[in-house]
């Protein structure tokens, strides 16, 4: 089955860079991969999505300052942040699905990976 693993969260300073990076195994079993973020009492929030041809959707509260990437296999899968902010401070998922489109909006995702937390300071 599908299996997905984050990494590279970590603390950082505000205004600082991070990238997060989703192994993902069984990848050609996906068609549709995304980031999400809970922060601490808040509802989970969709980051950003991509499909297989690489067409991708950032939410409008990280807008410029976010983007999604992936390699041509589909097995790893990228969130470049930047200029980051103590709101940005939440657990961060990668999910996939079969279809060739989700909204970030629906959270009833195949497959998610166990998060990693990315915690800004000001």
């Known amino acids: 089955s599908v299996r997905l693993s984050e990494t590279g969260g970590e603390s950082v300073q505000a205004g600082g860079s991070l990238k997060l990076t989703c192994s993902v195994s069984q990848s050609a079993s996906v068609w549709y991969w995304g980031w999400f973020r809970q922060a601490p009492g808040k509802n989970l929030e969709g980051v950003a999505g991509i499909d297989r041809r690489g067409r991708t959707r950032i939410s409008d509260s990280v807008e410029g300052r976010f983007s999604i990437s992936k390699d041509n296999t589909g097995d790893t899968l990228y969130l470049e942040m930047s200029n980051l902010k103590p709101e940005d401070t939440a657990i961060y998922y990668c999910?996939?699905?079969?279809?060739?489109?989700?909204?970030?909006?629906?959270?009833?995702?195949?497959?998610w990976g166990q998060g990693t937390q990315v915690t800004v300071s000001s």
């Open positions: 999910a996939g699905d079969r279809a060739s489109y989700r909204s970030l909006d629906s959270h009833d995702w195949l497959w």
